[in-house]
């Protein structure tokens, strides 16, 4: 953190990474002020890149990149190996369900190639079942240790090649083009960007701007704190909207947004670069502002709460509470998280970057590793009961299956305030004559019904499957698990004849994430002539009410479009679901088919 003109310790950049720290953080777990969050991450890219060249740019004659190597792994490498190894025996211990692919992850975090292992088997960073992998956060370490291995070779070659700095700083803002223009070209709007969010080449270019930026600033005068009025309310109105920037994009800015990826990440890295030239200037309004002491704790100890906040979140939050998570889970989350990151500082970080390790390893590393264990079983214990008694909760309200059951006499969605659950018993109780009701109603609807009926969508569209076709018998049902709106889109060339005013398609898309107004437009687009029926989702995922929305105003805009509302009624039965609260058991599929029957109707 040493200014390139003035070698002074900049503490307002302790400040800038709490604030991208915070951000990250309220993202992973999913609180509405932080949409945009993930940004966060683009802080600590540009602030990487510029620390990193303005340290080999103040001393580029006696710089060794082996002992800069050095330096880096003893920094990085115990606090992360600790983590991945109390992560892997937390996982062998309790969460059995994750062993599957977890092996993989590991190694890959070990050797610092996590973002390509799942650039390659496809593994979403926005959206996730189940419990996500407790380390896919470390995609982000792997991108920066892949840079520092091979920027400082780069950069002491294009010194030599160069000769001088500013033909050298044009160079690398070349680079950073390149790299931006390559996320863009990538980018594919019908489709899940993690692909040009993991990758280093992607993401090449906000490092790179933070290189640009040190070398910048090694071509200007050292900065004086001498200057006039009309430069320091200058230097105030550009710190304020450049930090304003910053704060507006994490709060209103999401990751489904095109513009990011066509510039806009590009962009931020701009301001970003900004916003540290403003909190370096001593006569800067920032560098104050940001040096409180609160902010530089967090900021000093970002590492170690990067680390351990996400395999803590994984870990200890219920399946079904991904998304939606407990006020008070999420406090004891964060508690824990910055007890052990400050364990962690004090007797991991510090020593060994001081080389003080034998005066604390002798006597403090058995138990450090205790106290992480402990707390960590803890979690995992609670975790289990709480788990294991909101389960039985739910499971006292699911009646036995009736397999000789038909659709036909299926209370239908309407009508189940009439119906009485007892928690110890398992016998539904349908008054008589809404049931025939109800069945007069059904007879009436398959006589009035469309002469072809499309439906398309995901694992729910899987789970009604049986029942829709019990419904109907001239229906063509397409579901697919994991679907994605963006490759629905592409599956319309494949039911062009189901584009008549006479036919209905079903659209059940949204359980695995959100999408773009472009993407559903397309899909919607593609049935223009038909009748379609949206349903919107019941999911407890941070993407739900973007979903909904979205589905919501496509029904208004379009004159052949009806919104079937499952997430009204479905978000007032928990146990319509199977214990991850997304998918639907045997009483959730046929209240979803009868909604879906009572709409549609010519």
Request: aromatic share 12%; charged share 20%.
């Given at each position: 953190m040493?200014?390139?003109?003035?070698?002074?310790y900049i503490?307002?950049?302790?400040?800038?990474r709490?604030?991208?720290?915070?951000?990250?953080?309220?993202?992973?777990?999913?609180?509405?002020?932080?949409?945009?969050?993930?940004?966060?991450?683009?802080?600590?890219?540009?602030?990487?890149?510029?620390?990193?060249?303005?340290?080999?740019?103040?001393?580029?004659?006696?710089?060794?990149?082996?002992?800069?190597?050095?330096?880096?792994?003893?920094r990085?490498?115990?606090?992360?190996?600790l983590?991945?190894?109390?992560?892997v025996?937390?996982?062998?211990?309790?969460?059995?369900?994750?062993?599957?692919?977890?092996?993989?992850?590991?190694?890959?975090?070990?050797?610092?190639?996590?973002?390509w292992?799942?650039?390659?088997h496809?593994?979403s960073?926005?959206?996730?079942?189940?419990?996500?992998?407790?380390?896919?956060h470390?995609?982000?370490l792997?991108?920066?240790e892949?840079?520092?291995?091979?920027?400082?070779?780069?950069?002491?070659?294009?010194?030599?090649?160069?000769k001088?700095?500013?033909?050298?700083?044009?160079?690398i803002?070349i680079?950073?083009?390149?790299?931006?223009?390559?996320?863009?070209?990538?980018?594919?709007?019908?489709?899940?960007?993690?692909?040009?969010?993991?990758?280093?080449?992607t993401?090449?270019?906000?490092?790179?701007?933070?290189?640009?930026?040190?070398?910048?600033?090694?071509?200007?005068k050292?900065?004086?704190?001498?200057?006039s009025?009309?430069?320091?309310?200058r230097?105030?109105?550009?710190?304020?909207?450049?930090?304003?920037?910053f704060?507006?994009?994490?709060?209103?800015?999401?990751?489904?947004?095109?513009?990011?990826?066509?510039?806009?990440?590009?962009?931020?890295?701009l301001?970003?670069?900004?916003?540290?030239?403003?909190?370096?200037?001593?006569?800067?309004?920032?560098?104050?502002?940001?040096?409180?002491?609160?902010?530089?704790?967090?900021?000093?100890?970002?590492?170690?709460?990067?680390?351990?906040?996400y395999?803590?979140?994984?870990l200890s939050?219920?399946?079904?509470?991904?998304?939606?998570?407990?006020?008070?889970?999420v406090?004891?989350?964060?508690?824990?998280?910055?007890?052990?990151?400050e364990?962690?500082?004090?007797?991991?970080?510090?020593?060994?970057?001081?080389?003080?390790?034998?005066?604390?390893?002798?006597s403090?590393?058995?138990?450090?590793?205790?106290?992480?264990?402990?707390?960590?079983?803890?979690?995992?214990?609670?975790?289990?009961?709480k788990?294991?008694?909101?389960?039985?909760?739910?499971?006292?309200?699911?009646?036995?299956?009736?397999?000789?059951?038909?659709?036909?006499?299926?209370?239908?969605?309407?009508?189940y305030n009439?119906?009485?659950?007892?928690?110890?018993?398992?016998?539904?109780?349908?008054?008589?004559?809404?049931?025939?009701?109800?069945?007069?109603?059904?007879?009436?609807?398959?006589?009035?019904t469309?002469?072809?009926?499309?439906?398309?969508?995901?694992s729910?569209?899987l789970?009604?499957?049986?029942?829709?076709?019990?419904?109907?018998?001239?229906?063509?049902?397409?579901?697919?698990?994991g679907?994605?709106?963006?490759?629905a889109?592409t599956?319309?060339?494949?039911?062009?004849?189901?584009?008549?005013?006479?036919?209905?398609?079903?659209?059940?898309?949204?359980?695995?994430?959100a999408?773009t107004?472009k993407?559903?437009?397309?899909?919607?687009?593609?049935?223009?002539?038909?009748?379609?029926?949206?349903?919107?989702t019941r999911?407890?995922?941070?993407?739900?009410?973007?979903?909904?929305?979205?589905?919501?105003?496509?029904?208004?805009e379009?004159e052949?479009?009806?919104?079937?509302?499952?997430?009204?009624?479905?978000?007032?039965?928990?146990?319509?679901?199977?214990?991850?609260?997304?998918?639907?058991?045997?009483?959730?599929?046929?209240?979803?088919?009868?909604?879906?029957?009572?709409?549609?109707?010519?």
């Amino acid at each position: 953190m040493n200014s390139i003109n003035n070698h002074r310790y900049i503490t307002g950049l302790d400040g800038l990474r709490a604030l991208a720290i915070i951000s990250v953080v309220f993202y992973h777990f999913t609180f509405s002020l932080a949409k945009g969050g993930f940004l966060g991450v683009d802080i600590f890219f540009v602030l990487s890149g510029y620390l990193v060249t303005s340290k080999i740019l103040l001393s580029p004659e006696t710089f060794k990149i082996q002992t800069f190597w050095k330096n880096r792994l003893r920094r990085i490498l115990p606090s992360a190996y600790l983590m991945i190894i109390v992560t892997v025996l937390w996982v062998i211990l309790f969460n059995h369900n994750l062993l599957t692919n977890f092996l993989g992850d590991a190694i890959s975090s070990i050797l610092y190639t996590t973002n390509w292992w799942f650039i390659f088997h496809k593994i979403s960073y926005f959206d996730s079942f189940g419990s996500p992998s407790p380390l896919k956060h470390l995609w982000f370490l792997a991108v920066q240790e892949q840079f520092y291995i091979l920027w400082p070779l780069i950069l002491i070659i294009g010194l030599k090649i160069t000769k001088k700095i500013n033909k050298l700083s044009i160079t690398i803002f070349i680079g950073t083009l390149l790299s931006a223009t390559l996320m863009g070209i990538l980018y594919n709007p019908t489709a899940d960007p993690s692909r040009i969010y993991y990758g280093t080449d992607t993401r090449a270019f906000e490092l790179l701007i933070g290189c640009f930026l040190a070398t910048v600033l090694a071509n200007k005068k050292p900065i004086t704190k001498k200057i006039s009025i009309k430069q320091k309310n200058r230097l105030k109105l550009i710190s304020i909207i450049s930090f304003s920037i910053f704060i507006l994009s994490v709060i209103f800015i999401d990751e489904y947004n095109s513009f990011l990826y066509r510039g806009g990440l590009f962009l931020f890295s701009l301001n970003t670069a900004l916003l540290i030239t403003c909190i370096c200037h001593p006569k800067g309004i920032l560098g104050p502002i940001l040096s409180w002491r609160p902010l530089r704790w967090i900021g000093t100890r970002s590492y170690g709460i990067y680390l351990w906040h996400y395999p803590i979140m994984v870990l200890s939050t219920p399946i079904y509470e991904i998304g939606n998570p407990s006020c008070l889970r999420v406090f004891f989350q964060l508690a824990i998280t910055c007890i052990i990151a400050e364990l962690s500082y004090r007797f991991i970080e510090m020593p060994i970057r001081n080389w003080e390790v034998k005066k604390y390893y002798n006597s403090l590393a058995i138990t450090i590793l205790s106290v992480i264990m402990i707390i960590f079983i803890t979690i995992g214990i609670t975790s289990i009961i709480k788990t294991n008694v909101n389960l039985d909760k739910v499971e006292a309200y699911l009646p036995k299956k009736d397999t000789t059951q038909t659709s036909e006499t299926k209370p239908s969605n309407e009508n189940y305030n009439e119906i009485e659950i007892n928690p110890n018993k398992t016998d539904i109780k349908i008054d008589n004559s809404i049931s025939n009701e109800n069945n007069e109603k059904t007879l009436l609807t398959e006589i009035e019904t469309y002469k072809e009926i499309l439906a398309i969508g995901d694992s729910i569209m899987l789970d009604i499957t049986s029942n829709l076709n019990e419904k109907y018998n001239n229906i063509t049902i397409d579901g697919k698990i994991g679907r994605q709106m963006s490759e629905a889109v592409t599956l319309a060339d494949k039911y062009t004849e189901f584009n008549t005013s006479d036919k209905a398609v079903i659209i059940e898309l949204g359980t695995n994430g959100a999408f773009t107004n472009k993407q559903i437009d397309e899909l919607l687009d593609s049935f223009s002539q038909a009748h379609i029926f949206l349903i919107n989702t019941r999911v407890p995922r941070s993407w739900e009410s973007k979903v909904n929305d979205t589905l919501k105003e496509k029904a208004k805009e379009r004159e052949n479009v009806t919104l079937i509302d499952w997430y009204s009624i479905a978000s007032k039965h928990p146990e319509y679901f199977e214990p991850d609260g997304v998918h639907l058991n045997s009483k959730g599929s046929e209240a979803l088919t009868n909604l879906i029957n009572e709409n549609l109707r010519p």
